[in-house]
């Protein structure tokens, strides 16, 4: 059985207001065993969309290589936009070798509360997917429970917001939660069925699931 653990430690750039909550990279991440045109950092795979996605929105110029300047871009956008990523799951063990959600076992978590009490600035989560099981939101929820701690909604449109409140040590603050569309090709099948991409396609023919992300995700970023 694979033992695939996280490549990463937690990113948390000083006075982050934002946090990227997502699972875990490729087990080629794990195992250093990279493509050329994979980043060595968060959400680097070369099949991802998170970073094609926000170099779009931004304009960032981003290099998609194994270099150590393409990890350097993406540190310094999200340092100067107050952004960390943490993602939520520190290892698990697989029988088959593959990125799937579905297929992590025996899970290890990061206590990702944890981090929010030790880094008081974050006020929005940032859910890479929404709450299937065995995804960064269905995981995150298990441990609002472990802590008594539970979301209201906010918004029932997608992408969903909830929220819930956070008290400790005589501080007290609201934390928001996003359940942006997965960025990764597996999630363009549910992308096609929305009826808010079917409109869009329709009056250009050229949109497609890339840019719904864009229309999306420049809401939160």
Not at 51 to 60: A, C, K, S
Not at 126 to 154: D, I
Not at 177 to 204: E, F, H, W
Request: charged share 20%.
């Amino acid at each position: 059985m694979f033992h695939h653990i996280h490549p990463y430690k937690p990113f948390f750039p000083e006075g982050a207001t934002k946090l990227i909550v997502g699972t875990l990279p490729p087990p080629r991440f794990t195992t250093g065993i990279l493509k050329p045109e994979d980043v060595n950092f968060c959400y680097g795979s070369s099949s991802g969309l998170l970073w094609p996605v926000l170099d779009q929105i931004f304009g960032l110029e981003l290099e998609y290589n194994n270099s150590e300047h393409a990890v350097q871009q993406r540190k310094y956008f999200l340092i100067t936009r107050g952004i960390g990523v943490c993602d939520i799951v520190q290892s698990c063990r697989r029988d088959k070798i593959d990125a799937s959600d579905l297929g992590m076992q025996e899970v290890q978590l990061r206590d990702v509360i944890g981090y929010l009490k030790t880094h008081p600035t974050i006020r929005t989560l940032l859910f890479t997917g929404g709450n299937s099981k065995n995804g960064p939101e269905y995981f995150f929820r298990k441990q609002l429970k472990a802590y008594g701690l539970q979301c209201t909604v906010v918004s029932n449109e997608v992408p969903r917001v909830h929220e819930f409140q956070l008290s400790y040590s005589g501080v007290e603050r609201i934390v928001q939660t996003v359940s942006l569309t997965a960025p990764s090709g597996a999630a363009n099948r549910a992308i096609g069925s929305m009826q808010a991409y079917k409109t869009l396609k329709d009056k250009d023919p050229k949109f497609n699931t890339i840019d719904f992300r864009v229309l999306q995700y420049q809401n939160f970023f």
